[in-house]
């Protein structure tokens, strides 16, 4: 297993994908901030007067425009899902698209050594896309708008939570491109799947009112939605974590069980 | 222990249609296998099994004498269907990615370039090579870490006249210097003729036969050739040793079916007749007019 990580992680960082996928990103959390700031200021400017951030911020939350405030939200969004699952369909199909995957199982390495592997470094990547989407989210926060305040230790909680469901879209886009072994159907399937299954679940909590609890909060994007929200609760992100973590066991499980079978 | 593999009643079903059906083939130590079969026969299918690159439906095989593992499949070097690499990285890269997966010597690396002949290719992205350049690189790949069993599946696809001739040399070279054992499916029969020291005959997924190449050159139709000054003649001397219908006459020579190890019995009965002999020559029926019988084409 030692040799199959080290000739992964000298497979990942040599990758030009994962370099433009994290560069999209660092690009859209900068676009993203810039812009708001630049909104701002001209709003500012033209109407000669200091604006209040706190009632600028949607929803009523407090402290949003802040380092703070962009750290924790950071994750939140469609962008990050996407760019991720990108990644993990390019990452993961490579070996099948190649034919790569018949020299690595051809030559004694099993497929649950295959499939963990991969798994792992998904996980690692998807640390790596994480902390580049909070730092730089924390960084540029704080030169534009301050540090902000209010922190605490729900805070480290909540980045782990956000972390969870990260692993969790990890698994569930890397079970599906495992599925697929196309490049460009894994893809699509990340474009599309998410939406149509928020969509789906979105409908199906209209027809079933009498439930005490929506269905959509408990599909990934809800998840991460909840978890990336500035007055999340503690029980909100202990309930976030839970699904996280059942999905990340879920659909690793489910790769293992049948991609394991499959013919390569 | 002789045996590199032995399958027992090996069988892959897709569906209702059997690729490989209860096949029951050994491959010795120090084998060059030749597995010959029409397209669909189920050659692929077999070797991809052996690989544990395809589940089996039913049977079980054998790697070195034992059930197969990660330690005996370590040992079995391939190239099987397409040649499997990384389009955007160079045949060097390549190489070095998979001699740390496979625990090779990276310094093998350098030595498998020269003897595929992509030394010279610098950082050019593999994605770009010509297909007999693509084929070479996954032949380094599969030799990589000195593996003791080579499967390949038609490794002279898109090679030139001479690439073809290096990688003969390459196959004969390592089987006698290191004693590989050679698992070879190819459409070129002449050019497997000249390399296996045996033969399986696959045919609607069922080995047909196994042959080694003197048992070939028994059966397959084999003939002697004796030109001399007078065929009736010859014909009547010969009589001693041959029966009448394995001796025939064209222009102004004898053919001899059979009898390859009394061809010296056989010129001595000419000469004691007194016919002149100009020239003694071996005319093979060849293993492709063989392979066409036994599989009825």
């Not at chain 1, 928020?198 to 199906?204: I, R, V």
């Not at chain 2, 059906?21 to 010795?28: A, K, L």
């Not at chain 2, 397409?82 to 998979?98: D, I, Q, V, W």
């Not at chain 2, 002149?276 to 066409?292: A, D, N, P, R, T």
Request: glycine share 12%; hydrophobic share 45%.
């Amino acid at each position: 297993m030692g040799r199959l990580l080290r000739f992964e992680i000298r497979k990942l960082f040599r990758q030009t994908s994962f370099y433009v996928c994290l560069a999209v990103l660092a690009a859209l959390v900068f676009i993203g901030i810039f812009s708001t700031w630049s909104m701002i200021r001209l709003t500012q400017s033209e109407l000669g007067v200091e604006l209040d951030l706190g009632i600028l911020g949607m929803f009523g939350e407090a402290d949003r425009f802040s380092g703070r405030g962009y750290l924790l939200t950071a994750l939140g969004g469609n962008s990050f899902s996407l760019i991720l699952g990108i990644f993990i369909s390019l990452y993961v199909c490579l070996d099948y698209v190649g034919g790569t995957a018949k020299n690595i199982i051809g030559r004694g390495i099993s497929r649950g050594q295959f499939i963990a592997s991969r798994q792992l470094m998904l996980a690692g990547a998807s640390l790596l896309f994480s902390l580049l989407a909070w730092g730089l989210s924390f960084a540029l926060g704080t030169v534009y708008f301050g540090a902000g305040k209010g922190w605490g230790l729900k805070d480290l909680l909540q980045l782990a939570v956000q972390f969870a469901v990260v692993l969790a879209y990890a698994a569930f886009f890397s079970f599906f491109a495992f599925l697929i072994k196309k490049s460009g159907g894994s893809i699509a399937f990340t474009i599309f799947a998410p939406m149509l299954i928020s969509l789906g679940l979105a409908l199906a909590d209209i027809f079933t009112d009498k439930l005490k609890f929506n269905l959509s909060e408990f599909w990934l994007d809800g998840c991460m939605s909840l978890c990336t929200g500035l007055e999340a609760s503690a029980q909100e992100l202990i309930r976030c974590g839970i699904t996280a973590g059942v999905y990340v066991i879920v659909f690793a499980g489910l790769t293992h069980l049948i991609v394991g079978r499959q013919d390569v | 222990m002789t045996t590199v593999l032995q399958t027992y009643g090996l069988t892959k079903a897709f569906g209702s249609k059997l690729a490989v059906d209860h096949v029951d083939m050994r491959i010795e130590r120090g084998d060059i296998y030749g597995f010959i079969g029409k397209n669909g026969a189920g050659k692929t299918t077999l070797m991809r099994m052996v690989l544990s690159l395809a589940l089996p439906t039913a049977g079980s095989f054998e790697l070195f004498g034992a059930a197969p593992n990660e330690q005996s499949r370590k040992r079995i070097g391939s190239l099987v269907e397409t040649p499997g690499f990384y389009k955007n990285c160079s045949a060097r890269e390549n190489l070095m990615r998979f001699a740390i997966l496979y625990g090779a010597d990276v310094s093998e690396v350098d030595e498998i370039l020269r003897q595929i002949g992509l030394e010279g290719t610098g950082n050019k992205k593999a994605g770009k090579f010509s297909l007999g350049m693509k084929q070479r690189l996954g032949i380094g790949i599969a030799l990589l870490s000195h593996p003791e069993f080579i499967v390949l599946d038609e490794p002279v696809n898109g090679l030139d006249p001479a690439g073809i001739m290096e990688m003969r040399n390459l196959i004969q070279r390592l089987n006698r210097e290191k004693g590989t054992t050679f698992l070879i499916s190819s459409h070129l029969l002449d050019e497997l003729s000249k390399i296996a020291t045996r033969f399986g005959i696959i045919n609607n997924g069922k080995l047909v036969e196994e042959i080694r190449p003197e048992e070939l050159r028994e059966k397959d139709g084999s003939r002697t050739r004796f030109v001399v000054n007078d065929p009736q003649a010859a014909v009547a001397a010969l009589g001693a040793l041959a029966a009448p219908q394995e001796l025939s006459i064209r222009d102004y020579a004898v053919l001899v079916e059979g009898h390859q190890k009394e061809v010296p019995q056989l010129n001595r009965l000419l000469v004691e007749a007194g016919i002149e002999v100009s020239s003694i020559s071996h005319e093979s029926g060849g293993l492709e007019k063989y392979f066409m019988e036994r599989i009825g084409g």
